[in-house]
């Protein structure tokens, strides 16, 4: 699994270990963006899930 930096709608960086979702291709979203988008992919469409955060 490849995380990838920044989210692919607003392209802020999330913080490791702040709130982002992923779908199950590993696009990337921010918090505010996965609201914003009814926590679907826009890319293709499918569900996004929180993101396991980071501890160190």
């Not at 692919?8 to 963006?33: K, L, M, Q």
């Not at 996965?34 to 955060?53: D, K």
């Amino acid at each position: 699994m490849q995380r990838r930096p920044i989210c692919e709608r607003c392209e802020v960086s999330p913080t490791p270990d702040g709130p982002a979702s992923i779908c199950s291709y590993e696009c990337t979203s921010c918090g505010p963006c996965t609201e914003e988008m009814a926590g679907a992919c826009p890319n293709r469409g499918g569900e996004l899930v929180a993101r396991p955060r980071r501890t160190g």
